[in-house]
């Protein structure tokens, strides 16, 4: 069963760092484009972070709000995708989902959001 599960999130104050982690099962996650999405309360979901697959050299793509403060990265032993978020700001507050579809290799359908293999979701909270 192809599967994501993502996991990290928490309370941090402005400023503060996390590190979110998105598992893969059922299939080898360096083989494919995984991305990060985020959807704020009253919001709607919003690509964050992508990375490509080994075939494309894990090229990083980052919105442009995040650019500096955000780092996406793979540990293919463990079948995972990680995005450390660091200098964090109450706009970041959000349900963090990662994302993908064997389709995709590289980050350009995967930032689009129409794909078949969304996790549940993890919460972030920045706030004083």
């Known amino acids: 069963q192809v599967q994501l599960v993502e996991s990290g999130g928490g309370v941090v104050h402005p400023g503060g760092s996390l590190r979110l982690s998105c598992t893969a099962s059922?299939?080898?996650?360096?083989?494919?484009?995984i991305g990060w999405f985020r959807q704020a309360p009253g919001k709607e979901r919003d690509w964050v972070s992508c990375?490509?697959?080994?075939?494309?050299?894990?090229?990083?793509y980052y919105r442009d709000s995040v650019k500096g403060r955000f780092t996406i990265s793979r540990n293919n032993a463990e079948n995972k995708v990680f995005l450390e978020m660091s200098n964090l700001k109450p706009e970041d507050t959000a349900v963090y989902y990662c994302?993908?579809?064997?389709?995709?290799?590289?980050?350009?359908?995967?930032?689009?959001?129409?794909?078949?293999?969304w996790g549940q979701g993890t919460l972030v909270t920045v706030s004083s």
């Open positions: 994302a993908t579809d064997i389709a995709y290799v590289d980050c350009t359908g995967v930032i689009t959001g129409i794909l078949d293999v």
């Open positions: 059922g299939f080898t996650a360096d083989d494919y484009a």
């Open positions: 990375i490509g697959s080994k075939s494309v050299h894990h090229s990083p």
